[in-house]
């Protein structure tokens, strides 16, 4: 099995700064692609930043020139550094990963249990 575990969320005010991480660990035989994904209350989940294991990024219009998604393919880490925040900002923000898994090299596609940001006014 593989775990998603992310960190760094908190609260913080309007132009300010977070930085988040989340740690792939389990049966990994490689991860593909690792993304930062965000639901606000009353939203549907959106994407905010994806990265390939050959570093090309993709970002929403919304966070573009604000965030920077970046890795660690040795440990299997992924970051997001989040500034100039904004309180439309707030949201419970999820690491999502795609790996190949186990003895069989399964794919997989999960999702860590989520991170809280909350950008005050």
């Known amino acids: 099995q593989v775990q998603l575990v992310e960190s760094g969320g908190g609260l913080v005010q309007a132009g300010g700064s977070l930085r988040l991480s989340c740690v792939a660990s389990?049966?990994?035989?490689?991860?593909?692609?690792m993304g930062w994904y965000r639901q606000a209350p009353g939203k549907q989940r959106e994407l905010v930043a994806t990265i390939t294991n050959g570093d090309m990024t993709n970002y929403a219009d919304s966070v573009k020139g604000r965030f920077t998604i970046s890795r660690s393919i040795a440990k299997n880490t992924v970051y997001l550094q989040m500034n100039s925040l904004k309180p439309e900002d707030t949201a419970v923000y999820y690491c999502?990963?795609?790996?190949?898994?186990?003895?069989?090299?399964?794919?997989?596609?999960?999702w860590g249990q989520g991170t809280q940001v909350t950008v005050s006014s």
């Open positions: 389990g049966s990994i035989i490689s991860i593909n692609t």
């Open positions: 999502n990963a795609d790996a190949t898994i186990g003895f069989y090299m399964t794919p997989y596609h999960g």
